[in-house]
């Protein structure tokens, strides 16, 4: 079973230094087909102005995952983390029992785009854990890069729910994606053109997979991806 989640199809808020368009429901957006997909709940796409940001606010109980596409995001927490993401990088965070926060644009005369992503964990009141890696290395071998799962394997971020992310920075060529019949997968483009089960697919469009074993991508023109393996 396959569904196509169309880039122009998404929700889509403007709030001026924000401009943010969200796979699945989200805030004052409402979609009752796009209320996430498995333990996938939130997937936006932010473009922040220079030098603004999203002032200190709380979350619990949600893994929060950062993907930069451009720019540098500043972070500070309550757990007294304070780091910079830059392209290149994931940064991580189990909100668990509660934690508050703060991401602003590092630069004042720079757009930075980032995917803001959430998936739901496997119980509540876990404990607060954060992790951050640059895999710009890696993601330059032109291969699928192992980001997060739950064990940690392949040098990835360590995540409670079981789940594994994938980045693909791929030069045209035809891969097989990591997914079992048993499991589900949801394929977010960033950039380029690939196509999968005959569906051609661009940035910002996405693809939910169920009772699909390995399926096969096709990457048509220079692109980046990220591929969702879930429970």
Do not use: C
């Not at 889509?12 to 969200?22: M, R």
């Not at 990088?89 to 926060?101: K, L």
């Amino acid at each position: 079973m396959i569904q196509i989640r169309r880039s122009q199809d998404r929700g889509h808020a403007q709030h001026g230094w924000l401009d943010s368009y969200h796979t699945f429901s989200f805030a004052s957006y409402y979609h009752p087909k796009f209320m996430g997909f498995r333990s996938l709940r939130v997937i936006n796409q932010d473009v922040i102005l220079g030098g603004t940001g999203f002032p200190t606010h709380p979350h619990r109980d949600m893994e929060i995952i950062t993907y930069m596409i451009r720019g540098t995001l500043a972070h500070r927490d309550s757990m007294g983390h304070q780091a910079k993401i830059e392209r290149g990088e994931v940064q991580y965070m189990s909100a668990g029992t509660g934690i508050t926060h703060s991401e602003f644009n590092a630069n004042t005369d720079l757009e930075a785009e980032l995917l803001q992503i959430w998936i739901i964990p496997p119980k509540e009141a876990l404990p607060t854990r954060y992790g951050q890696k640059n895999f710009k290395e890696k993601f330059a071998e032109n291969r699928l890069v192992k980001v997060l799962s739950q064990d940690g394997s392949d040098d990835s971020v360590q995540i409670f729910q079981n789940a594994s992310l994938y980045v693909g920075w791929l030069a045209p060529q035809e891969i097989t994606l990591p997914l079992a019949l048993s499991r589900h997968g949801w394929l977010q483009v960033v950039k380029g053109e690939v196509e999968i089960k005959g569906e051609k697919l661009l940035a910002g469009d996405a693809i939910a997979l169920s009772e699909i074993e390995h399926p096969q991508l096709k990457v048509l023109s220079p692109s980046e991806f990220l591929f969702f393996d879930l429970e």
